[in-house]
């Protein structure tokens, strides 16, 4: 088994898609819906740059695009070059592009074995679309296939008064029911959830209709600060497919290209204890991967899978074992004095770069403003 030593987190900065969503986060900040991605680089430059030597081993890339991503033209091409390459993989899709789930269908069982298939379901787009019953059947070709999968729903107001009906569909078609995502406010500084129920309600309601992993590790992890040292932009690395730039986390400084000069060494900076959000917000993948070593929860797919009655379970045994060890473990941390050093290594490497100084400032304002709230509300 060829355990994993880094996870790439795919950006595709598609935003094509054949659904219309109301609580798209591209609909939230205003995004047209309608441009293809545009790739810069060969698939055979592609190639040479993802090779295990220059990786360091086997990866996991996690492939999304802003819109749908199975129609983005290019996106299976880059999956397989990357399955080919001993790695595994992981898409996002909305399950409806049968063509491209069939194509998939068809590679080499080898390959199979070591991808997962997220399905998005997305109910009043599939009602209004008339393609409930796509959806399931890829699903269903997808499982048969032997890949490993699990489906993905936002909670939100519109959906819940539906929970029973997309109980019963779910149980009917695949036998088990999907995971839940949070309602994401992407406009907000702070990445807060989009709902005027309190916090804890929201979170206990979806987990008492569809016991989510995924929904206990949100409320578990939400608006906690992450303090503890990071490996972001050492183990996790963000990518731009189509541009090939590279980034430790959301919004870090560019590290660098992926696929300029694919023979040279890839030079990396860790996040170490400075991050600048509020809380990890995508934390799901990063912390059961093993991103940040102290935080401590259970494996990546423990969170994701599901079992039906008669014992059949959403991820392949493979995949399962596939990420059961840690990045923590495939990879060597670092002493007390090796992480002051890489802090401070961080710090200037970041140094001039202004979207850091701006996240600084607006944190710092925030406070501030909090502050003279409430001594006005005091006098």
Not at 51 to 61: E, M, V
Not at 204 to 222: A, M, P, Q, T
């Amino acid at each position: 088994m060829d355990y994993i030593k880094k996870y790439f987190e795919v950006f595709i900065p598609g935003t094509a898609c054949n659904f219309h969503c109301h609580y798209c986060y591209l609909g939230q900040h205003g995004v047209s819906t309608n441009q293809r991605a545009q790739f810069n680089f060969t698939t055979e430059t592609m190639r040479a740059a993802i090779n295990r030597k220059r990786l360091g081993g086997s990866c996991f890339f996690n492939f999304c695009a802003d819109g749908e991503t199975m129609l983005e033209h290019r996106t299976l091409e880059f999956v397989k070059t990357v399955l080919e390459e001993g790695h595994y993989a992981l898409i996002i899709t909305n399950g409806t592009v049968s063509n491209r789930i069939d194509e998939v269908c068809g590679w080499p069982r080898e390959l199979r074995n070591r991808l997962t298939i997220v399905f998005s379901f997305h109910y009043l787009e599939l009602q209004r679309l008339g393609l409930t019953d796509t959806y399931f059947e890829n699903i269903n070709k997808i499982w048969d296939a032997g890949c490993s999968w699990f489906s993905s729903m936002v909670q939100c107001e519109e959906y819940i008064t539906h929970y029973d009906e997309i109980k019963e569909l779910f149980m009917s078609k695949v036998g088990v029911l999907p995971q839940l995502a949070k309602y994401r406010d992407d406009t907000s500084q702070e990445i807060r959830i989009k709902t005027d129920r309190p916090i804890e309600e929201y979170f206990d309601l979806g987990i008492k209709e569809f016991d989510s992993g995924i929904f206990k590790f949100e409320k578990e992890s939400y608006m906690k600060k992450v303090s503890e040292f990071c490996y972001a932009g050492e183990w996790l690395l963000y990518l731009n497919l189509c541009t090939g730039e590279m980034r430790g986390c959301y919004g870090t400084k560019p590290l660098g290209n992926l696929f300029v000069n694919p023979k040279e060494k890839i030079k990396l900076h860790c996040v170490g204890n400075n991050c600048q959000l509020s809380y990890c917000y995508n934390g799901l993948s990063r912390m059961t991967m093993g991103v940040i070593p102290e935080r401590k929860v259970n494996y990546y797919w423990w969170y994701r899978h599901r079992v039906t009655s008669e014992g059949r379970d959403t991820f392949s045994d493979y995949m399962k074992e596939a990420t059961s060890k840690r990045l923590f473990e495939t990879n060597t941390e670092y002493t007390d004095k090796e992480k002051k050093k890489k802090n401070k290594e961080y710090v200037r490497f970041n140094r001039d770069d202004s979207y850091f100084s701006r996240l600084t400032l607006r944190r710092v304002c925030s406070k501030v403003k909090k502050v003279l709230t409430i001594s006005s509300n005091k006098k």
